[in-house]
């Protein structure tokens, strides 16, 4: 199975994520994470670091990445491994192939008219807000 990750990052602040704007296929024009492709080798987390630098000039001394859950879609032989974190201060983002952007938690993610991943970026942001909400139970 091929082996490719999404990072979830989340500003200082914790009230903006941050986006990429598809320019190529799969999800071409639609809104998603950042992420991309595990090379042979890397461990999880080295992939995913790798990968935010790439097409984001974020380094890993700028955020601190959780695994939230990897799921196999297996007619495309595809592991996908989701993870994220909030960055400890503002950054220069650095575009690679996808305009970046900051938007707002409010957002709709649901809708497939505009964001990729058929629900799941709705999905996986619930879930990390449980995850906060139980840790600040604590």
Same mark, same amino acid.
Request: charged letters at 30%; proline letters at 2%; aromatic letters at 10%.
């Given at each position: 199975?091929?082996?490719?990750?999404?990072?979830?990052?989340?500003?200082?602040?914790?009230?903006?994520?941050?986006?990429?704007?598809?320019?190529?296929?799969?999800?071409?024009?639609?809104?998603?994470?950042?992420?991309?492709?595990?090379?042979?080798?890397?461990?999880? @987390?080295?992939? +995913?670091?790798?990968?935010? $630098?790439?097409?984001? /000039?974020?380094?890993?001394?700028?955020?601190? &990445?959780?695994?939230?859950?990897?799921?196999?879609?297996?007619?495309?032989?595809?592991?996908?491994?989701?993870?994220?974190?909030?960055?400890?201060?503002?950054?220069?983002?650095?575009?690679?192939?996808?305009?970046?952007?900051?938007?707002?938690?409010? @957002?709709?993610? +649901?809708?497939?008219?505009? $964001?990729?991943?058929? /629900?799941?970026?709705?999905?996986?942001?619930? &879930?990390?807000?449980?995850?906060?909400?139980?840790?600040?139970?604590?």
């Amino acid at each position: 199975m091929k082996r490719v990750n999404i990072i979830i990052v989340f500003d200082p602040t914790e009230t903006n994520i941050l986006m990429c704007h598809r320019q190529k296929e799969p999800y071409k024009g639609l809104y998603n994470f950042v992420g991309g492709k595990q090379i042979d080798g890397e461990t999880d @987390k080295e992939g +995913a670091y790798r990968e935010l $630098f790439e097409e984001t /000039g974020i380094k890993r001394s700028d955020i601190n &990445l959780e695994y939230l859950y990897k799921t196999q879609y297996y007619i495309d032989q595809i592991e996908l491994q989701v993870f994220f974190g909030t960055l400890k201060h503002e950054v220069e983002l650095i575009e690679e192939a996808h305009p970046l952007l900051w938007m707002n938690l409010e @957002k709709n993610f +649901a809708d497939e008219s505009k $964001f990729a991943g058929e /629900g799941n970026i709705k999905h996986m942001l619930l &879930l990390i807000k449980a995850i906060h909400e139980r840790s600040r139970q604590d």
